[in-house]
């Protein structure tokens, strides 16, 4: 990979052909609109150990039962629809019989270059190969998943003979025999999720095809317009088959009359809104699509727009990647995002890992969206918050009372966590208990309070938002048991964000007690809700309380397991859980010696007939979690509300203690390590932001970046700008901000949509904070730093010199 010297901030350059780079390429090279998305893969190949041409609507998923270690499981993924972008050809002399389909696999390219357009939202591959003895063919690919017409992809194939004259045979399909195969961990799982496929023909250049998930019963339909500009073609036949819509071109091609092949399609499924017939909507929507020049046009008009909105101004190879990261997010989770039922696939729509579930990776990605496309933070929490009565009647099926989230979502809000995973160092399934996380509960929570804080949309707060809240807070409250011994609240059975300890050594029944993450977390979750509830009108109180059955006399159980959650030490700082303190030390030196990389420890020690569970050691961070979420002073208000202290010194002890004693197998860890480190030794905190800048671009954690993106990390990055530098919050109706001097980043900008007002520009450089506020007809914004608090009236600059030291 190179960059250009020309537009180097919004080009990616993949330069020459490496079969082995291709499926970190394809997922890189994602284009999509946030209904769908279509992976990089080159038009000619089909899925298999080099590439694989995945296409994904967000929300669509599908449900089947196989065999694994003898058990029957049922997993539901996100669908690998029917793959649209195949446009294979074949150049020929006028007076000779075709020869094979071209090949990168077989073809010795004179050149071959990808070029990612960030700006433009496009995906272009020119090459060069000689064409037997005949001479060189060049061919331009220009490809686009419209970001105005989410329903619309295209794709623009230019063949220029150099210095020969003949025919192309052009072969343009929509291709129905597919399965999900990006992942090869679950090869052995029934991967077959179309059914009832069936191809015809529309008018003379339009082909169609429309199929049927297995059991969601999901109509997809898909139509494909391919023309032929400039010249006509000296043949052309449509070929419905039984699982491929097929045109089939043969056009003149000479020197100097270059060959333009325009394909455009449509996408529609029955889980569109005003929706009767996918199929007719299908071919209604692409017989009436633009020819690509209007198409890519109005394209390119929307992404310019995204990023008027969006945009982060970071300089250097760091500010590069950043805008990768935005790019990434925004083809996941854009505007047209606001219109769907989905919530946030933590690989994106780039791949089929996780199997396209929803875990709490939103915790990272909302209070970035919360600032600029609000509207789609607010889609997203709806997709919560129409699956909490499935969380509750999950609680009530453990019995308890509340909402319990599932670790994994998918459809319809059941767990979809999996009851066995593959160890593929040792090819063992084991147990997987990582259903027992139930602090997604509170990531939900938080980010209900955090979108409200930013908003001002008190409407949501007041309804959706607090009912959710509420019922979070009722599940902690019934989960906690009280110690007589201690006079403490405890939480039993459960996992942390760590994922590597998922029971005691030796123990029967899986959890751990008392992790202070969930603990804390929990017990924020009481004390806001018990503040909303303080906070409402007293007929919208008795309204909610009537609406959820909530009687009085929960209340202050709530807010006494609010004040006595337990929270365990050990050699004065926060153990991650009780008795993780008395767990054995692992020889770390040793590991690194043994193996490339340890990053996943879990699996290592597994395959060596031992078990990460005895040890010190955590995948990513748990307890240092607590400082992602809360401002040193949020945190220690925190602690001081449950009765203990958390001064700078023992978290300064609890973060180095966990520092050297995890693996880094998430890309979440970086990103969270960094963030914490520059508040507390800003030294470190770079070596660590990098490697969350560098996660999926470098594909750090071997191979995982091919399976999609991580969508969590990416959006984490943008906020570690956006909040973490900056030390922004959105409380008190203000925009409060203690700005982190880190070297490697000491100059940034962005712009924010807060409280009505649209582009709010913030920038840092050379010591000073500058603030600007457009014009409009809006309330004056106040800002507070650690020193002062000005107010800012529209049509005003405000410009603060920062201390230093």
């Not at 394809?26 to 298999?48: D, I, Q």
């Not at 990272?364 to 509207?375: D, I, M, R, S």
């Not at 990389?597 to 699996?603: M, V």
């Not at 202290?645 to 880094?664: G, I, Q």
Request: aromatic share 8%.
């Amino acid at each position: 990979m190179r960059t250009t010297d020309a537009g180097v901030e919004w080009t990616w350059e993949y330069e020459g052909y490496d079969p082995g780079t291709e499926r970190l390429r394809e997922s890189l090279c994602t284009l999509g609109n946030g209904y769908f998305a279509t992976r990089g893969a080159v038009p000619e190949s089909r899925a298999g150990l080099v590439h694989y041409p995945g296409i994904y609507a967000a929300g669509c998923y599908n449900r089947l039962e196989s065999t694994v270690a003898g058990r029957q499981v049922v997993n539901e993924d996100m669908v690998n629809l029917p793959n649209w972008l195949p446009l294979r050809f074949r150049p020929r002399r006028t007076e000779g019989s075709a020869g094979s389909w071209f090949s990168p696999d077989t073809c010795a390219f004179l050149s071959h270059r990808h070029t990612l357009d960030l700006r433009r939202g496009t995906l272009t591959r020119t090459f060069r190969y000689q064409v037997g003895e005949a001479g060189v063919l060049t061919v331009e690919q220009t490809r686009a998943v419209h970001m105005a017409d989410p329903h619309l992809a295209v794709l623009r194939t230019v063949f220029t003979a150099e210095d020969w004259s003949g025919q192309i045979e052009v072969e343009s399909a929509i291709d129905g025999d597919v399965a999900n195969g990006n992942v090869h961990r679950y090869r052995s799982l029934d991967r077959n999720h179309l059914v009832n496929v069936q191809t015809g023909v529309e008018e003379s250049d339009t082909v169609w095809l429309h199929c049927r998930t297995s059991s969601s019963d999901m109509g997809i339909a898909m139509a494909a317009r391919t023309v032929v500009t400039g010249q006509p073609p000296a043949s052309s036949r449509l070929h419905p088959a039984r699982q491929r819509a097929v045109r089939r071109l043969v056009i003149p091609i000479a020197p100097g009359r270059p060959v333009v092949v325009d394909k455009t399609v449509a996408l529609h499924t029955s889980r569109d809104t005003a929706i009767s017939d996918p199929l007719g909507a299908a071919v209604d929507r692409v017989s009436a699509a633009a020819d690509f020049p209007a198409l890519l046009d109005s394209h390119v008009t929307a992404w310019a727009q995204l990023w008027r909105h969006a945009d982060v101004q970071v300089p250097g190879p760091a500010g590069r990647v950043l805008r990768l990261h935005l790019f990434h997010v925004l083809q996941t989770l854009s505007p047209h995002t606001a219109e769907l039922d989905v919530g946030v696939p933590a690989r994106g729509l780039h791949g089929e890992a996780y199997r396209g579930h929803v875990f709490w990776d939103e915790l990272f990605v909302l209070p970035y969206l919360n600032l600029h496309f609000p509207e789609v933070s607010r889609a997203l929490l709806n997709y919560r918050h129409r699956r909490l009565p499935q969380a509750c009647r999950s609680a009530r099926a453990v019995g308890r009372a509340g909402a319990m989230y599932p670790w994994q979502s998918g459809s319809d809000g059941r767990e979809e966590a999996q009851h066995l995973h593959l160890n593929p160092r040792s090819g063992r399934w084991l147990p997987d208990r990582s259903r027992l996380q139930h602090h997604v509960g509170s990531a939900i929570a938080y980010n209900v309070w955090q979108y409200c804080e930013a908003t001002g949309d008190t409407e949501f707060l007041h309804t959706k938002g607090a009912e959710m809240l509420l019922q979070i807070a009722r599940f902690w409250a019934d989960t906690a048991v009280l110690d007589p011994a201690t006079g403490r609240f405890r939480i039993r059975g459960v996992m942390g964000p760590d994922e590597y300890h998922d029971s005691y050594p030796g123990a029967v029944q899986p959890g751990l007690d008392d992790n202070a993450y969930t603990n804390v977390t929990a017990a924020w979750v009481l004390s806001r809700a018990l503040e909303l509830l303080r906070r409402l009108p007293a007929w919208r109180r008795q309204e909610l309380s009537e609406r959820v059955q909530l009687d009085a006399g929960e209340l202050p159980k709530w807010e006494e397991v609010s004040r006595r959650l337990r929270v365990p030490y050990h050699q004065g700082v926060v153990s991650q859980f009780d008795g993780y303190g008395d767990l054995a030390e692992l020889d770390w030196d040793a590991y690194r010696e043994r193996y490339d990389s340890i990053r996943r420890l879990d699996r290592i020690l597994e395959a060596e007939g031992d078990s990460v569970n005895r040890y010190q050691a955590s995948k990513q961070a748990d307890v240092l979690m607590l400082g992602y979420l809360f401002s040193p002073t949020e945190l220690q208000q925190l602690f001081h509300r449950l009765g203990y202290d958390l001064d700078d010194e023992v978290w300064r002890r609890t973060v180095d203690y966990y520092l050297r004693r995890t693996s880094h197998g998430s890309t979440l860890s970086g990103l969270v390590h960094g963030w914490v480190l520059a508040r507390v030794r800003r030294a470190e905190a770079w070596k660590y932001c990098q490697e969350a800048l560098e996660a999926d671009v470098a594909d750090i954690q071997g191979g995982t970046t091919g399976e999609g993106i991580h969508l969590g990390a990416m959006a984490g990055t943008l906020d570690l700008v956006q909040r973490g530098l900056t030390g922004l919050e959105t409380r008190e109706d203000a925009l409060w901000l203690d700005p982190v001097p880190l070297p490697a980043l000491s100059e940034y900008g962005f712009s924010l949509r807060y409280r009505g007002h649209w582009g709010v520009g913030v920038r840092l450089q050379s010591g000073q904070l500058r603030i600007g506020v457009p014009d409009s007809e809006e309330s004056p914004i106040r800002v507070v730093l650690a020193d002062r608090a000005v107010t800012i009236a529209p049509g005003e600059t405000c410009t603060l010199v920062l201390p230093t030291g």
